[in-house]
T-cell receptor, first 113, second 113 residues
Framework: KNQVEQSPQSLIILEGKNCTLQ??????????LRWYKQDTGRGPVSLTIMTFSENTKSNGRYTATLDADTKQSSLHITASQLSDSASYICVVRDNNAGNMLTFGGGTRLMVKP | GAGVSQTPSNKVTEKGKYVELRCDPISGHTALYWYRQSLGQGPEFLIY????????DSGLPNDRFFAVRPEGSVSTLKIQRTERGDSAVYLC???????????FGQGTRLTVV
């Protein structure tokens, strides 16, 4: 079973609308959690990083939340733009195992005009 | 260099052949990761180097896969007797130290025909 589960697998929204992507993880002990954006044909690029003591962090139109008790994170995108179309991947760093990164399967977001 | 560089960007090979994929990490980054990403999936961990040594190679699927980093900088992922199931994008990432942000290359798209 994957230690990082994301939902939905894919999402289509209209330009200008908001959306929320979910990430549940079981990785323990937990070091930090990042949301990455991956455009088609490119490597992932970090959007936000959160440690267990942080509940929310914003980066422009992206806001990430973290509940370390329930092991859940969300990424909220406000006023979506066509350029937001990409895969969004939740990545949890394991505090053991050589600080290995564990990736979720991603949510493929398509923003339509 | 300015970012993580992977070569070649695309590689087509025949089943049974040997291939090498190269990763040039960001200068000074001690940690280096290899991941494999199949179409529509999140990246899957293969191997993690800290310096010259493989700190965790638990993700290598079988003994046809091998990776080296002899001088603690450039890394080469080697695949022997390639199979069609090896077709994927192979991503490399580096970070300045364990726990810090990992920066990804654009990947090598390997196609085994």
């Amino acid at each position: 079973k994957n230690q990082v589960e994301q939902s939905p697998q894919s999402l289509i929204i209209l330009e200008g609308k908001n959306c929320t992507l979910q990430c549940n993880y079981t990785v323990s002990p937990f070091s930090n959690l990042r949301w990455y954006k991956q455009d088609t044909g490119r490597g992932p690029v970090s959007l936000t990083i959160m440690t267990f003591s942080e509940n929310t962090k914003s980066n422009g139109r992206y806001t990430a939340t973290l509940d370390a008790d329930t092991k859940q994170s969300s990424l909220h995108i406000t006023a979506s733009q066509l350029s937001d179309s990409a895969s969004y991947i939740c990545v949890v760093r394991d505090n053991n195992a050589g600080n290995m990164l564990t990736f979720g399967g991603g949510t493929r977001l398509m923003v339509k005009p | 260099g300015a970012g993580v560089s992977q070569t070649p960007s695309n590689k087509v090979t025949e089943k049974g052949k040997y291939v090498e994929l190269r990763c040039d990490p960001i200068s000074g980054h001690t940690a280096l990761y290899w991941y494999r990403q199949s179409l529509g999936q999140g990246p899957e961990f293969l191997i993690y180097f800290q310096g010259t040594g493989a700190a965790d190679d638990s993700g290598l699927p079988n003994d046809r896969f091998f990776a080296v980093r002899p001088e603690g900088s450039v890394s080469t992922l080697k695949i022997q007797r390639t199979e069609r199931g090896d077709s994927a994008v192979y991503l490399c990432a580096s970070s300045s130290q364990p726990g810090s942000e990992a920066f990804f290359g654009q990947g090598t798209r390997l196609t085994v025909v």
